[in-house]
């Protein structure tokens, strides 16, 4: 048996495609940086078979895990048409972690996926400190991931991430609570901008009105739009888990991603119940009414698709609502009052009234 080709060329991996020892060298750069997530019942010390989290240590009686998993969609076509990498892994723990602290958990450990054509050891070492980054400002450790290289599979410089973020809540803490009731208040938190969803109709409206990366942002001439599109999305898990220990109002809370209001308030909502928004009460960012001017969207696309303005909802108690909205704004959020819980009638279950700023 031999190991040679005909002709006596001998066959590797790395001469398919994949360097195994770039892949070692990637994990032992970015080493310092993931060491900087440690928290309590995580050393965030990477390298082994799998990641160690220890709940009594972490100060849990008697918890409940949550887990949630997501990607950035294309939004990662931006970062890599502009080579700016250094804020994708930001939206990618944001993407998991604000889908816990809506249960009430607070993100214990984060876990990455990041699989490409080639490494680029530059690129994605970036990658990974917008992780490292992200997980810092969520309070939760980077314990482990996978880089993966699949030539053939991925286009040069192309690449894709995916997350996995674990949290936990003592029994009984669980959002949403069962007492949501009609005559709650609806309290927005404001986004960052577009945040990780509805990125291919961004890319559509770019392509149409013929601007490259590198141009002006027609919403933000201080920047380029490739820069501006590529603000990252807002975690919101410290401020909310705060407010969830100083108080008991918050009943539930929505994260406004792909399907705008329309589908993400109803998830949290007993049956029978909706939503009625007021419009007039939002303030989006310019980047909202650019894209709505541009790509001729219709309202009701523009709440479907992206947040306009309210990356997170919480409901709360009527009688708490102006108590509730300033222990948000206490700890730096921008807080709107914008609509309040309703009996669903045979219609939408999140109706509006006013009309979206754009």
């Known amino acids: 048996m031999t190991d040679k080709q005909p002709g006596g ?110 490494l680029d050891r530059q690129a994605g070492a970036a990658v990974v400190a917008g992780i490292v980054a992200g997980c810092r400002e969520a309070g ?79 919403f933000s001439p201080s920047h380029t739009l490739g820069q501006a599109l590529l603000a990252p999305t807002r975690i919101y898990v410290k401020p909310i888990l705060h407010a969830l220990r100083r108080s008991d109002g918050i009943k539930a809370l929505a994260h406004i991603t792909g399907g705008g209001f329309p589908d993400n308030i109803p998830r949290v909502l007993p049956d029978g119940l909706g939503a009625s928004l007021d419009l007039d009460a939002i303030e989006p960012p310019p980047v909202f009414g650019w894209l709505a001017r541009t790509g001729g969207i219709a309202e009701g696309e523009m709440l479907r698709t992206f947040n306009c303005g309210i990356g997170m909802i919480a409901v709360v108690p009527r009688e708490r609502a102006v108590e509730l909205q300033a222990a948000l704004m206490a700890e730096g959020e921008t807080a709107l009052r914008i609509g309040e819980v309703v009996v669903a009638g045979s219609g939408p279950r999140v109706t509006t009234r006013g009309q979206l700023r754009t």
């Open 9 to 118: 060329h001998r066959l590797t991996y790395a001469a398919s495609g994949v360097d195994i020892d770039a892949g070692n060298a990637m994990v032992e750069a970015i080493k310092p940086l993931v060491r900087a997530t440690r928290r309590p019942g995580a050393d965030a010390e990477i390298g082994g078979f799998g990641g160690l989290f220890d709940l009594k240590a972490a100060g849990f009686r008697d918890p409940i895990l949550v887990a949630a998993n997501d990607g950035v969609g294309t939004k990662v076509k931006i970062a890599i048409e502009t080579g700016i990498h250094d804020t994708i892994g930001i939206d990618l723990v944001a993407m998991c972690v604000n889908d816990l602290i809506v249960q009430g958990a607070e993100p214990l450990f984060f876990l990455d996926y990041f699989a490409t054509g080639k």
């Open 140 to 218: 939760c450790a980077l314990i482990g991931g996978e880089t993966a290289e699949m030539p053939g599979l991925y286009a040069a410089g192309d690449y894709d991430l995916a997350g996995f973020a674990v949290g936990a809540a003592e029994r009984g803490q669980l959002l949403p609570r069962a007492d949501v009731a009609a005559g709650d208040v609806l309290i927005g938190l404001t986004s960052s901008g577009v945040h990780s969803n509805g990125f291919s109709l961004v890319r559509r409206v770019v392509a149409d009105a013929g601007l490259g990366w590198d141009a002006p942002a027609p």
